[in-house]
């Protein structure tokens, strides 16, 4: 139980163009979701909290706009990263939370923009 | 600021020896307590969540909460090569359901 899938797993882009990164819960159903991003040798850090039928909220220091994120059902939340450029490379990972606060991540998306 | 620490890595354990890793945390309130493990390449696994005072043991792996010393702690016992990786503690906030997470200790598991 409680696996959380990520697609795509890897993706290289061009800068200027936009990635959508698709983030589910196979086996259980996701109120809140949350977004993280980690950069080589370095911890996770939370981008923004989702939530099925609300707006996120992001942290401080993300741009909303620029990371477009959508929870339109209760197993489904999207990241878009808009008009990427090379200094948004990095490991993206979703987790979604299981009843209290335990959080499952899914596999992560590996992100290069050129 | 909710900060989570951890003992500075890496830690190197010879096969079959006990792997302690240790983790502070700056916020009271906090109410429950993760060890995940990570891989390099790959995003972190739960091994452990603990939310009482005490120890929880879970096959090779055992957590010890001491929420008056702000205070976490997991043990690998029989460490594998396996083992091999990047243990992140996390800790909880009641209000938020967010996780706090520390920078992570890298174990590496000598054959």
């Known amino acids: 139980g409680a696996v959380v899938s990520q697609h795509p797993s890897w993706v290289i882009c061009k800068s200027g163009t936009s990635v959508k990164i698709e983030c589910r819960s196979l086996d259980f159903q996701a109120t809140t979701m949350f977004w993280y991003r980690q950069f080589p040798k370095q911890s996770l850090m939370l981008m923004a909290t989702?939530?099925?039928?609300?707006?996120?909220?992001?942290e401080q220091g993300v741009e909303k706009d620029k990371f477009l994120i959508n929870h339109a059902s209760l197993t489904l939340s999207t990241l878009t990263v808009t008009s990427a450029h090379p200094e948004d490379s990095s490991f993206y990972i979703c987790?979604?939370?299981?009843?209290?606060?335990?959080?499952?991540f899914g596999p992560g998306t590996r992100l290069t923009v050129l | 600021q909710k900060e989570v620490e951890q003992n500075s890595g890496p830690l190197s354990v010879p096969e079959g020896a006990i792997a302690s890793l240790n983790c502070t945390y700056s916020?009271?309130?906090?109410?429950?307590f993760f060890w995940y493990r990570q891989y390099s390449g790959k995003s972190p696994e739960l091994i452990m969540s603990?939310?009482?005072?005490g120890d929880k043991e879970d096959g090779r792996f055992t957590a010890q909460l001491n929420k008056a010393s702000q205070y976490v702690s997991l043990l690998i016992r029989d460490s594998q090569p396996s083992d091999s990786a990047t243990y992140l503690c996390?800790?909880?906030?009641?209000?938020?359901?967010?996780?706090?997470f520390g920078a992570g200790t890298t174990v590496t598991v000598r054959a």
């Open positions: 996390a800790v909880g906030f009641s209000n938020d359901y967010k996780l706090s």
């Open positions: 603990i939310y009482s005072n």
């Open positions: 916020d009271r309130v906090s109410q429950s």
């Open positions: 989702s939530n099925e039928g609300s707006k996120a909220t992001y």
């Open positions: 987790s979604a939370k299981l009843f209290t606060d335990t959080q499952y």
